[in-house]
């Protein structure tokens, strides 16, 4: 399966501040999805990011709040904008594996941020 | 949009014995249905999935079955062992992974020895 790296792996990030989170894939892909995973909750999907152009959103989610790039087929960043206590959460990247077969979906180890 | 409900929330057996997890969908489009484990600290690992076109599909001690017309899939392990201990979430997509995944809310999975 697909090896996929988020860094990072912690951080305790102040309030009002931003910070952003990279996911790098071993392997091309063409599916990469973020997650967000509150304290002791299931797995709720931020957005789609498509290579070369504007994230896909879930309800809930909007792009200046989590502004989303994708620039090849390997690599995403999301950035968790003016964060609050609220924002405490892992946050998981996410690709559809090809090299097995199709739609199989792997999960990184996650990004656990605390907010202060 | 899809929801997914799963139960139980927390199921406690003895090492040896069976666990049975069951989720149920509303999207009769649905057709990937994934289970994930995922150890504290950790991220979420695929131990099984099924598609839409089969019933039931094992891995060694795991199984899942699918019934698509009651719209509901269950997970099953068979001679639990301490290490099958974590936290087991359901998930169905109807894009076949491709639209993202909706997750239940997971099964606290406690092996007592």
């Known amino acids: 399966s697909a090896v996929i790296s988020q860094k990072p792996s912690r951080d305790i990030c102040q309030r009002g501040t931003s910070l952003t989170i990279q996911c790098q894939v071993d392997?091309?892909?063409?599916?990469m999805f973020w997650y967000r995973q509150q304290p002791g909750q299931s797995l709720t999907l931020i957005a789609t990011?498509?290579?070369?152009?504007?994230?896909?959103?879930e309800s809930g989610f909007v792009i200046d709040k989590f502004p989303i790039s994708r620039p090849n087929l390997t690599f995403s960043t999301l950035t968790v904008s003016n964060m609050s206590p609220e924002d405490s959460s892992i946050y998981l990247c996410?690709?559809?594996?090809?090299?097995?077969?199709?739609?199989?979906?792997?999960f990184g180890e996650g990004s656990w941020l605390t907010v202060v | 949009g899809e929801n997914v409900e799963q139960h139980p929330s927390t199921l406690s057996v003895q090492e040896g014995d069976s666990a049975v997890i069951k989720c149920t969908y509303s999207?009769?489009?649905?057709?990937?249905f994934p289970w994930y484990k995922q150890e504290l600290g950790k991220g979420p690992q695929l131990i099984i999935d099924?598609?839409?076109?089969?019933g039931e599909k094992k891995d060694q001690r795991i199984a899942v079955t699918l019934n698509k017309t009651a719209k509901h899939f269950s997970l099953h392990i068979t001679e639990t062992q301490p290490e099958d201990s974590a936290v087991y979430f359901c998930?169905?997509?109807?894009?076949?992974?491709?639209?993202?995944?909706?997750f239940g809310k997971g099964t606290h999975l406690i092996i007592q020895p």
């Open positions: 996410s690709v559809e594996d090809l090299s097995l077969r199709r739609d199989t979906i792997y």
């Open positions: 999207d009769s489009a649905s057709n990937y």
């Open positions: 099924i598609r839409s076109n089969v």
């Open positions: 990011a498509n290579q070369g152009s504007e994230a896909t959103y």
């Open positions: 392997s091309q892909v063409t599916m």
């Open positions: 998930a169905a997509s109807t894009g076949g992974g491709a639209d993202g995944l909706t």
